[in-house]
């Protein structure tokens, strides 16, 4: 499994395709402000190494990404990247809403 640098470009590419999907090409560059052409170039290497695959269709390019890749936490105790909680109603601080006993998923 290649190593993947945390402030390169490729991270921001899996990552960014962890937290969206289905992405295109096209997609991908628009959200992380950079040249399509730079983001197939980059693409084309990562597929090379196995971390993603490229789907061509006649007028897209879809990415699917084959590796996951742990988060580091913020200095709030919140996941980077998962600004989506924010203010929500649910369980407290520190509390589950459902208990989910054993099973992975509600880990």
Known sequence: MPTIDPDSLQRRIV???QDNY??????LAHALR???KRVLRELRLME???LVELDYLPDIVYVRCLVVTSRTPA???SVRGSGKMGKMGGAGKGQKEN????D???L
């Open 99 to 102: 208990g989910g006993g054993t």
């Open 34 to 36: 950079i040249p399509e």
């Open 104 to 106: 992975p998923a509600y």
């Open 48 to 50: 090379t190494k196995g």
């Open 22 to 27: 289905p992405v295109s090409a096209r997609q």
């Open 75 to 77: 200095s709030d105790g």
């Open 15 to 17: 990552d960014h395709l």
